[in-house]
């Protein structure tokens, strides 16, 4: 079977190919072919050195009709403009985010004209389509609210995704990821930074800052869990989604004060001595408004699972990222 | 103050402008210009023969600015392709419903930029952005989940709707309206036609057919009640929307056997006599999905108001549409 992966060069989009090469199988099939699409050229991943690596940009008027050439049966859109640059550069998030996934459904769309072409496409969106107010638990069944440009893309992005699968254009999975912690990498500039930045900088026995207080809480999974979401999505028997076509993740709820305890409990009190706490209103303001847990149970009835505790979470990283060992 | 007001050959449009003409004002200033524009010229109305009657095609490039030319203060943009037909033409409904709305959008955000122009635009969706399984009553909170290509676009809008406010783009209100009971006019295609065509013929004498049994609930307010929600729109105070820009107007829930009962107390049994039941399974299976109750809490605490009883609903089609006589 033939793979596309648009946003292969990302965090998650590099995880994924690297899983995909060393499985060498969706479900039953064996993968023989490989498209990688980043706005910069993906690495060719060792392993699978017949994989196509492709620099492109998907809002550019044909540019999802040549992605499709060799008719991929499974088909994972990650691309997408970041929410901080979606709401700086208004015009480049609908081009990207909105166009962009537009341009790609609209393209498997003629390509199945008049034959029996329906690939799989999983879509990543985010809970970033829910704004509050919002309850404590959010519902499968809540209304998509979004408070960013970016949530507003995603949320349009599930609804086409919808109209296409119901139309039987294609057959599409959208995943609302969790926030994914703890990113690999260095520090960088989001405001939800600091959720990866308490915890990995510590490990690596850096010290790092912790701008809200302990009680903010929010919904975590692991690069590997959001890794075996995209897998899964790509696997399952999709008829009993219905028309409801996308689905918020399972993660787990938890506080900084419980990602800090679970630091303790793996990495000592040392660790935790290297988190310097330095309120910072404007990120505390901006986090106030984040969903702080789901109940997910469409998708764990559906067989998608994330961590049960943060010391998963964190121990996941130590392994994935550490080598299993503690700087 | 100028108005504009889109998709105005329709019949909630002719009977908007109708009514804007006859109060002469909205809000507290006095309307001095007026552009009406359809696919179709419409009329020019009585009472104000200075209004601009244009025929264009929103989809169309350029449309959108040219018809921001005079900068109107309030716009009404109620065109659409209609759910059967975006159905059965999968592109003319995405261009005109989906690339319409947000050209319309996109030339009122180009307009501003640099000066103060900020209109008002009155944004009708519908509650066919709601689509089973879902609750008896559905509140606010509901997901936007439409099971046609009509609902999608319609929820698309609304996404869209709130992102150009939040950006401050645009002082953006949509307005999902109840099924519209009673149409004036012939008996049409639609899947709702019965609705309407129960009471609608036997009160000038002539036989309808229903197909649903009489257990069939569904949610109802009269184009009165429709015109009202529109006007209401354009002069209300905006702020307490927030960011959740749309609302799901009040109406009334009445199965067809309240619509009966309502029927015989108005215009006696001679009339319900008129009505033919004739099973059908396909307009029976395409009903029984759609949304039976709203508890439109938002709505009614902002000010929109419905009618409170089928009697009510039938008393406004004699009034507008009869004469105030019964035939």
């Known amino acids: 079977m033939k793979i596309l992966v648009i946003g292969a060069a990302g965090m998650i989009g590099r995880k994924l190919v690297g899983a995909l090469v060393r499985r060498g199988h969706v479900g039953q099939q064996d993968i023989d072919g490989m498209t990688l699409v980043d706005i910069v050229t993906p690495e060719a991943p060792a392993g699978f050195p017949s994989a196509r690596t492709i620099a492109a940009d998907l809002s550019a008027p044909g540019t999802a009709e040549t992605l499709l050439a060799d008719r991929p049966d499974v088909i994972f859109h990650l691309a997408a403009i970041v929410s901080g640059e979606a709401e700086a550069d208004f015009d480049k998030g609908y081009r990207i985010n909105l166009d962009g996934t537009r341009f790609l459904l609209e393209a498997i769309r003629q390509a199945g004209q008049g034959g029996a072409y329906r690939p799989r496409l999983v879509f990543t969106s985010s809970i970033a389509v829910f704004g509050e107010p919002l309850p404590a638990e959010i519902p499968d069944e809540q209304a998509l609210t979004p408070l960013t440009s970016y949530g507003t893309q995603k949320a349009i992005g599930e609804l086409l995704l919808a109209d296409y699968s119901r139309r039987g254009f294609v057959d599409g999975i959208g995943i609302r990821l969790p926030t994914i912690a703890i990113r690999p990498g260095k520090p960088n500039k989001a405001a939800s930074g600091f959720f990866s930045g308490i915890i990995r900088e510590p490990l690596a026995g850096m010290e790092a800052v912790l701008p809200?207080?302990?009680?903010?809480?929010?919904?975590?999974?692991?690069?590997?869990a959001a890794v075996n979401f995209l897998l899964h999505a790509a696997e399952m028997d999709s008829a009993p989604l219905g028309q409801r076509r996308s689905l918020t993740m399972p993660g787990l709820a938890a506080t900084v004060g419980e990602e800090i305890a679970a630091l303790r409990r793996v990495a000592g009190e040392q660790a935790v001595a290297l988190i310097r706490h330095e309120p910072d209103a404007v990120i505390a303001g901006i986090v106030?408004?984040?969903?702080?847990?789901?109940?997910?149970?469409?998708?764990?009835?559906l067989g998608f699972a994330a961590e049960k505790s943060f010391d998963e979470i964190i121990r996941a990283h130590i392994e994935d990222e550490m080598g299993g060992r503690l700087g």
């Open 212 to 224: 809200v207080s302990e009680d903010v809480r929010h919904w975590f999974a692991s690069p590997r």
């Open 288 to 301: 106030a408004g984040w969903p702080q847990a789901f109940s997910a149970k469409r998708a764990l009835a």
